[in-house]
């Protein structure tokens, strides 16, 4: 799942209901695997799936219409539970991107240290987002990292988004936290023999 950022354009799945929470993004039952490994096919597995397993027609992960490695999702993205998993779901299922209005802060950051960039834009971005997908489910998104900006393509309308430094870095570079430690091992080991 480690993959560096840096501009990622692409066509777009519409998830405009509000409140999305972890146990429907990927339900309890599924927690019990500490293997990332697999979790894509279970996302949103309540709404995508019939409980015969097959899947549900109406559902947007099962319309070929939509398609694209960024979700555009309504406001309040993440609520409920602090599971990583859920992260995880959205990573192994190939999104590369959210977009929403509102992340629940610990989905957030668990969306990040998975590789999965969430960025906040305004509700009346959000909106026209939304407006343009159903008019156009070729409508594409640029989505640039070191600008920190978020552009719809269909219509040039743009916006600037935040990301903490620390973060932004570890993206960019396909970092996570261990390999960030372990690009100053030297330093580190210098400190200790020098502090002993």
Not at 102 to 118: G, Q, R, S, T, Y
Not at 122 to 140: A, D, G, M, R, V
Not at 143 to 152: A, F, P, R, S, Y
């Amino acid at each position: 799942m480690k993959q560096k950022f840096d501009i990622i354009t692409s066509t777009c799945v519409p998830m405009p209901m509000e409140n999305i929470d972890t146990d429907q993004i990927i339900p309890a039952r599924f927690l019990k695997s500490t293997d990332k490994k697999g979790f894509g096919q279970n996302l949103f597995r309540d709404w995508r799936y019939n409980d015969d397993g097959t899947p549900k027609a109406d559902f947007v992960l099962n319309d070929p219409t939509y398609s694209g490695c960024i979700l555009v999702a309504g406001k309040n993205f993440g609520s409920g539970s602090s599971r990583e998993h859920a992260a995880w779901a959205i990573a192994g299922y190939g999104f590369r991107v959210v977009i929403s209005s509102f992340f629940a802060d610990i989905h957030k950051n668990n969306e990040l240290n998975n590789f999965v960039l969430p960025v906040v834009v305004s509700e009346e971005f959000l909106s026209e987002l939304f407006e343009c997908i159903y008019q156009n489910p070729k409508t594409e998104v640029e989505v640039n990292l070191k600008e920190q900006t978020v552009t719809n393509l269909s219509n040039g309308r743009q916006e600037t988004f935040e990301i903490n430094a620390y973060k932004k870095h570890c993206l960019m570079n396909g970092l996570d936290d261990i390999d960030f430690l372990m690009q100053s091992k030297d330093l580190i080991e210098k400190w200790e023999r020098q502090n002993n």
